[in-house]
């Protein structure tokens, strides 16, 4: 059933599609879990994410409801890759930096980087961490500084925590206020929206 096109609803799709960021993603490394997996990408459409990466090699991407995640799915496009050093070199070959959570010595708070400028952000599987080829090609390690006696956050929490954290430099920067994607973009994407 084709969605009707109203003048509101087209103002709104272009709206949110004006602050979307482009060069802002995350990596999802074979974090199986649907429920975590939906709320990362409600906060991903809640910070303006425009598109996700999905690195799912020992785990498969999860059935997701589509009740549940209708308010992410639906609004984060979604690339799938099977080939690290194609993902990560590419990434860096757009100028991005290329991050991973986790607790080694030589990893750094989140305030530590500047995700205003373009950022990866790889978010593991909670159990069995970063896959190993994954942390062979992305030696940046940062973590999001707790008070208490738990060493880390639920996977989806981090990546609302990361997401803020760029919201609020990219926000601070005037970032939102000027689309990241050209006219010509703008106007694919938007009829696109316009048919979901």
């Known amino acids: 059933m084709e969605r009707q096109r109203t003048p509101q609803r087209e103002a709104r799709v272009r709206d949110v599609l004006a602050k979307r960021q482009k060069d802002f993603t995350l990596i999802i490394d074979n974090v ?10 409600r906060s991903c459409d809640a910070f303006g994410i425009y598109g996700i990466h999905l690195y799912y090699t020992v785990s498969q991407w999860p059935e997701l409801a589509k009740k549940s995640s209708a308010s992410g799915k639906k609004w984060v496009e979604r690339t799938k890759h099977t080939d690290p050093v ?3 070199g590419g990434l860096r070959d757009q100028g991005y930096q ?4 986790g ?3 030589t990893a750094r708070p989140l305030m530590d980087f500047d995700l205003s400028k373009p950022s990866a952000v790889i978010l ?4 069995s961490g970063t896959a ?4 062979e090609l992305v030696p940046d390690e940062v973590y999001i500084p707790m ?10 929490v981090a990546a609302a925590l ?10 601070a920067k005037g970032m939102y206020d000027n689309p990241s994607f050209t006219p010509e973009e703008m106007e694919k994407l938007t009829a696109e929206w316009l048919a979901r």
């Open 32 to 41: 199986w879990d649907p429920h975590n997996v939906s709320a990362i990408l």
């Open 86 to 88: 194609k993902m990560v």
């Open 98 to 101: 290329v991050l991973r959570t």
């Open 103 to 105: 607790f080694s010595e």
């Open 124 to 127: 593991s599987n909670e159990h």
């Open 132 to 135: 190993p080829e994954l942390a």
């Open 147 to 156: 008070q208490g006696m738990i060493q880390s956050f639920n996977v989806s």
């Open 162 to 171: 990361i997401l803020y954290h760029g919201f609020s430099q990219r926000f």
